[in-house]
């Protein structure tokens, strides 16, 4: 097994690798920024990504997969009370109903209800809440950033940041004195790729064209992706609460979206 932080630092450096292979191979121009915008996208890098990474690993240590799942996904209640208090925007009777909807619907995926999967602790529910903020605080400040920066440059460059913050904490030749197997490696890069790279370049572009608590809810998703992952790849159990909860999940997202 490979500790959770390892694979949060290797999982930035490996999709910081491939945004920049991919971009320098397929348009060189994407990676021309400007230093306002280098900055902007650093911000993105390591509040939205490292700290937020940093938060949901201690939740993950401090509580379990299913508490810090639910946690993480609150972000919409903050990025919607952002847009309230702060840019003094109504709020949609739609939008309430599909964030209730959603959040109820991951509470059942991750069985908030069975307190022998569902552990919460103060420390660890303030780091939940905590990577909760970091996310909502990813998705409004990608968002300002992409009035000027194309969404893979500043995806290309958040990641940067974000594994340069990493390499104070676990430098990359640590990482490489580990002795991974080439299994393990090749496991690593499908998580930076299929699981990081592509997943967070096409949420980061659709944040050009949905407003930012419409853009949360529909990242609400993620949990019952991953259940259904697991039920169909694992062979993991899919109860019928976990069922509905996915469906609850879905309606959000068509509700907040018609």
């Given at each position: 097994?490979?500790?959770?932080?390892?694979?949060?630092?290797?999982?930035?450096?490996?999709?910081?690798?491939?945004?920049?292979?991919?971009?320098?191979?397929?348009?060189?121009?994407?990676?021309?920024?400007?230093?306002?915008?280098?900055?902007?996208?650093?911000?993105?890098?390591?509040?939205?990504?490292?700290?937020?990474?940093?938060?949901?690993?201690?939740?993950?240590?401090?509580?379990?997969?299913?508490?810090?799942l639910l946690l993480q996904y609150q972000?919409?209640?903050?990025?919607?009370?952002?847009?309230?208090?702060?840019?003094?925007?109504?709020?949609?009777?739609?939008?309430?109903?599909?964030?209730?909807?959603?959040?109820?619907?991951?509470?059942?995926?991750?069985?908030?209800?069975?307190?022998?999967?569902?552990?919460?602790?103060?420390?660890?529910?303030?780091?939940?809440?905590?990577?909760?903020?970091?996310?909502?605080?990813?998705?409004?400040?990608s968002r300002a950033a992409l009035r000027?920066?194309?969404?893979?440059?500043?995806?290309?460059?958040?990641?940067?940041?974000?594994?340069?913050?990493?390499?104070?904490?676990?430098?990359?030749?640590?990482?490489?004195?580990?002795?991974?197997?080439?299994?393990?490696?090749?496991?690593?890069?499908?998580?930076?790729?299929?699981?990081?790279?592509?997943?967070?370049?096409?949420?980061?572009?659709?944040?050009?064209?949905?407003?930012?608590?419409?853009?949360?809810?529909?990242?609400t998703l993620e949990p019952v992706v991953?259940?259904?992952?697991?039920?169909?790849?694992?062979?993991?159990?899919?109860?019928?609460?976990?069922?509905?909860?996915?469906?609850?999940?879905?309606?959000?997202?068509?509700?907040?979206?018609?």
């Amino acid at each position: 097994s490979v500790d959770p932080l390892f694979l949060v630092v290797i999982r930035a450096y490996l999709a910081t690798l491939t945004l920049l292979t991919v971009l320098a191979l397929l348009n060189p121009a994407r990676l021309r920024i400007k230093r306002r915008d280098f900055w902007a996208a650093a911000v993105v890098g390591i509040i939205g990504l490292a700290v937020n990474n940093f938060f949901y690993f201690e939740a993950l240590h401090l509580t379990n997969v299913a508490t810090a799942l639910l946690l993480q996904y609150q972000a919409p209640i903050l990025v919607a009370l952002y847009t309230v208090l702060v840019q003094r925007q109504a709020l949609q009777r739609r939008v309430i109903l599909a964030m209730a909807l959603a959040i109820l619907g991951c509470a059942l995926v991750v069985r908030a209800y069975d307190f022998e999967v569902f552990r919460p602790n103060l420390v660890g529910v303030a780091a939940g809440l905590g990577g909760a903020g970091a996310f909502a605080f990813y998705i409004l400040a990608s968002r300002a950033a992409l009035r000027t920066l194309n969404p893979w440059t500043l995806l290309t460059y958040a990641y940067l940041s974000a594994s340069l913050a990493w390499a104070v904490v676990i430098p990359p030749w640590l990482v490489i004195a580990h002795g991974f197997g080439l299994k393990t490696w090749g496991a690593f890069l499908a998580v930076a790729t299929v699981g990081t790279v592509i997943p967070f370049g096409l949420f980061i572009s659709g944040l050009r064209f949905l407003p930012p608590t419409q853009a949360s809810i529909v990242g609400t998703l993620e949990p019952v992706v991953a259940a259904v992952a697991a039920y169909a790849i694992l062979g993991e159990t899919l109860i019928p609460l976990q069922i509905l909860g996915g469906a609850l999940v879905l309606a959000g997202v068509v509700v907040v979206q018609t």
